[in-house]
């Protein structure tokens, strides 16, 4: 009998967490009277918004950037991401004292490409729909040497982003069920390793937005599945196939996906500013419009919830949250 390695352990996402002590930010755990009423369930919001870049995404550009050589860094790294990775891996670069590439789509939100460029790193655009990311990163690590850090499919990078989950598990202890939204599945795949290994019979629960339902339609077909590049407000989730090592863990842990439309999203961003007082992104919110919709289904009695980033500039919060969107 052969048994198959895990891409990443409870024992990864340990480490992970001690190699970023005082490096990332502990995000606060929020709790709402309100929301608790409308979801029927005991509610700990695990808040990445605060965390550095605004995301979540940190964690685990950090831990795997930390572990390249001497010579590795101080060629430089590449990466790939729509936003929040590319602003993470620019900043990990920089504090570690080396230099970042990033590929980012020409419709990349515009808050998200000022921060990687502030952050120092150099941009290199694409067209999201036509150009294929990974093969221009990895093009322009060729061509440079440079060592190449993708977003989710990565050991390193899934146990740094499962660092959010052993905190609020930490600070909380056992739940019943814990939501996350679902993208490439680096943060789920994270998660549902913690919370599996420390309680195993916790609800794994992700949430995709409407048209962005690969991983839903993958899971249910026990293979990634491949959709059309999907057009949603939740930039961070606009992927067409789940990664293939996140894959592997989620299809073991993952219980459930639940989809939300762009409209959902909206109210629950607009919910989180007008009675949470937080600002969170569209793919951060997915998981509280999972919540306020009741599409999560019954719930157990204590619940937790990670809201996976908050960049959004003013005025493209006011375009969706306005009212007029």
């Known amino acids: ?26 995000t606060p755990v929020l709790r709402s009277r309100t929301l608790d009423a409308l979801a029927g369930a005991e509610i700990h919001l695990k808040c ?30 590449a990466a790939y991401s729509s936003g929040n990775h590319a602003q993470a891996v620019a900043l990990a670069a920089r504090e570690l004292g080396t230099t970042a590439v990033i590929v980012m789509p020409e419709d990349a939100p515009p808050s998200k490409r000022a921060a990687t460029a502030g952050y120092g790193a150099e941009i290199v655009t694409y067209d999201r729909y036509t150009g294929d990311r990974v093969a ?35 600070e909380t202890g056992e739940l019943g069920a814990l939501l996350t939204p679902v993208g490439g599945g680096g943060l789920m795949a994270g998660s549902a390793t913690v919370a599996k290994g420390l309680h195993p019979d916790i609800l794994m629960i992700g949430v995709e937005p409407e048209t962005g339902d690969d991983t839903k339609r993958s899971l249910e077909a026990g293979r990634r599945i491949s959709i059309p590049v999907p057009h949603t407000i939740a930039d961070g989730q606009a992927l067409h196939t789940p990664g293939e090592l996140t894959f592997s863990v989620n299809r073991r842990l993952v219980d459930g996906i ?12 607009r919910f989180a500013f007008e009675r949470l007082k937080i600002v969170v992104e569209p793919s951060g919110a997915t998981p509280l419009a999972a919540l306020l919709t009741g599409r999560a289904g019954p719930l157990p009695r204590r619940v937790g919830v990670i809201l996976s980033g908050g960049n959004i500039d003013a005025g493209r919060f006011a375009e969706l949250c306005g009212g007029q969107a």
């Open 48 to 77: 990445e918004n605060f965390q550095r870049v605004g995301a979540f995404k940190f964690r685990g550009a950090y831990n795997a950037a930390s572990r390249l050589t001497p010579d590795q860094l101080s060629r430089g790294i």
């Open 1 to 26: 009998m052969t048994t198959t390695t895990p891409p990443v352990t409870l024992d990864d996402v340990r480490d992970a967490a001690a190699r970023l002590q005082g490096v990332a930010h502990r």
């Open 258 to 269: 639940v989809l939300v439309t762009d409209d959902e999203i909206r109210d629950a961003m």
């Open 136 to 170: 221009i990163a990895e093009a322009l690590a060729a061509e440079r040497g440079l060592a190449v850090i993708p977003p989710y499919e990565h050991p390193h990078v899934m146990a740094g982003q499962g660092t959010a989950a052993l905190e609020l598990l930490e």
